[in-house]
């Protein structure tokens, strides 16, 4: 049974929660090694992989060069929630370089997590590149600090923890 949640009115209709979250790296190998071995996601599985010699069923429905090589997809299960659909594509048009937050289309992925400087310091001992120090944040996000570290292929990962709740949950009376 899926869980329900409040909504907006007059927001998608039916939405619940996130189901998964989609993207593609340079090696799927080095990804589900990191993934796995680092992060401590659970392998699911994997699919592919898939083309269209002739159509433009990839650019239909992908939003990619009709011709792309989607070479194979693995999922991953995080925290006993998240699911990350991961893929390595081959694509005539593809553009090597990992984007920054600044660009268009920039992104990062946060994942909670209890103990940030024991994440942190695990993080640096396996190698992880961290960018700088914890943060603490302030006004509405007030209880929380956060960080970001880089995936072996230069994705931008955030840890964050809020073990109290922030500012903007306990003044709505959310927080635990």
Request: proline content about 6%; glycine content about 10%; some cysteine.
């Amino acid at each position: 049974m899926v869980e329900t949640s409040s909504r907006v009115p007059g927001g998608l209709p039916g939405l619940t929660r996130l189901d998964h979250i989609g993207f593609t790296v340079p090696d799927l190998q080095q990804a589900r090694d990191f993934l796995v071995d680092v992060l401590g996601c659970e392998y699911m599985y994997s699919l592919g992989p898939f083309q269209d010699a002739d159509g433009p069923w990839m650019s239909e429905h992908l939003n990619v060069h009709p011709r792309a090589v989607m070479r194979q997809l693995h999922f991953f299960r995080c925290g006993g929630q998240a699911v990350f659909e991961v893929f390595q594509y081959e694509a005539s048009d593809q553009i090597p370089r990992q984007a920054k937050n600044s660009d268009i289309g920039g992104h990062h992925v946060a994942l909670y997590v209890e103990d940030l400087d024991k994440a942190v310091d695990y993080l640096r001992s396996r190698g992880v590149t961290v960018l700088g120090d914890p943060t603490v944040s302030r006004g509405p996000s007030a209880g929380q600090r956060w960080v970001y570290f880089l995936a072996p292929w230069g994705m931008q990962f955030e840890l964050v923890s809020y073990p109290h709740g922030k500012a903007f949950d306990r003044e709505r009376g959310d927080a635990a």
